[in-house]
């Protein structure tokens, strides 16, 4: 079973700040992705990615597949960003996802 | 576009009752997924569908049962709650199962067993 960890597990910033959320995983994968959950709310897709590099509006998606790791940034961060952001990871077995415990983001004014 | 939509948004169960959880979605997925979320855990799978007619047990399904009704829908069942089944449930749904493409999640289940 793939161990998938998160950190921080916490994160209070300011405003505008360059926000850097990482994720590791143990076993190689087939894909990895990253959600946002904001409170009471569900869950939305942000990235799904196996190689490199993705960017969308202020974030951004990086991976390494020889150092199992993954990291996303939030330019000009904004207190409309605050919410919980899940990695998760597929190997293409028949499980699913299988899900890190998530970083709570808290971007204050 | 509603994507995956789940019923009831909230619910209140004394322990032993049973209750259904449904979700249906409309992107002709093959697969889905029932989660369940519990505070300082990851999302975990209790029952997946690979495609219409097929079941499998994921990670935690004790306490728990699945039908795949159809290609759209995929229901929750717990026959006789208990409060360790209090968590909140999300539905989610993929093209395949195992290859490289996006999961559409549900908005939650929040379940109360007292």
């Known amino acids: 079973k793939n161990e998938v960890e998160q950190s921080p597990q916490n994160l209070t910033a300011q405003e505008g700040e360059f926000i850097t959320i990482n994720c590791s995983y143990s076993v190689g994968i087939s894909a990895l992705h990253w959600l946002q959950q904001h409170p009471g709310g569900g869950i939305v897709s942000l990235f799904m990615?196996?190689?490199g590099k993705k960017k969308h509006g202020r974030l951004i998606a990086t991976i390494n597949i020889q150092e199992k790791h993954s990291s996303l940034h939030i330019t000009a961060s904004h207190p409309r960003d605050s919410a919980v952001y899940i990695c998760a990871v597929t190997g293409g077995g028949a499980d699913g996802l299988t899900f890190g415990k998530g970083t709570h983001l808290i971007i204050q004014p | 576009n509603a994507g995956v939509t789940q019923t009831p948004k909230f619910q209140v169960l004394k322990t032993g009752q049973s209750m259904t959880l449904q979700c249906a979605q409309d992107?002709?997925?093959?697969?889905m997924y029932w989660y369940r979320q519990d505070p300082g855990m990851g999302l975990r799978l209790i029952y997946y569908s690979a495609s219409e007619g097929t079941t499998d047990k994921g990670e935690v399904p004790n306490g728990y049962n699945v039908s795949r009704l159809n290609k759209r829908e995929f229901s929750l069942r717990l026959e006789s709650a208990a409060p360790s089944q209090t968590s909140v449930y999300f539905c989610?749904?993929?093209?395949?199962?195992?290859?490289?493409?996006?999961?559409?999640f549900g908005q939650g289940t929040r379940l109360t067993v007292v």
């Open positions: 990615l196996s190689s």
């Open positions: 989610a749904s993929s093209e395949v199962l195992g290859a490289d493409t996006e999961a559409f």
């Open positions: 992107m002709n997925h093959n697969s």
